[in-house]
């Protein structure tokens, strides 16, 4: 049974940074995107950042490139995202996601073509002004 599990959420001032962790089991870790998607209230779902493993390709959405980071740690089946110079437009419900296909055909990469199949229950990130 694949599980994923987000932690690291909470409230920073903007210009703070936070990072968010996705501890996953039951997985192969391995062939597989996988990625971390974010919902603010009243607003659609959005992808965020996405990692190809094990060849660690990233794909990001515009709004976060040059100040979030994924990244993953093989060793302790861990994904991470690392997000610096933080907004006020970045407060949302962060997910872990896992096995979806990025849209690679140009342009946003989210929504993708297929999945993902499993989610973590989330994690609030909260940004004052």
């Known amino acids: 049974q694949v599980q994923l599990v987000e932690s690291g959420g909470g409230s920073v001032q903007a210009g703070g940074s936070l990072r968010l962790s996705c501890a996953a089991s039951g997985f192969p870790w391995s062939g597989y995107y996988m990625g971390w998607f974010r919902q603010a209230p009243g607003k659609e779902r959005e992808g965020v950042a996405a990692l190809y493993t094990p060849g660690g390709s990233t794909l990001y959405a515009d709004s976060v490139k040059g100040r979030f980071t994924i990244s993953r740690d093989n060793a302790k089946n861990t994904l991470y995202l690392q997000m610096d110079s933080l907004k006020p437009e970045d407060t949302a419900m962060y997910y872990c996601?896992?096995?979806?296909?990025?849209?690679?055909?140009?342009?946003?990469?989210?929504?993708?073509?297929?999945?993902?199949?499993?989610w973590g229950q989330g994690t609030q990130v909260t940004v004052s002004s």
């Open positions: 996601a896992a096995d979806f296909d990025p849209n690679l055909r140009g342009g946003s990469w989210y929504p993708p073509l297929r999945g993902p199949n499993n």
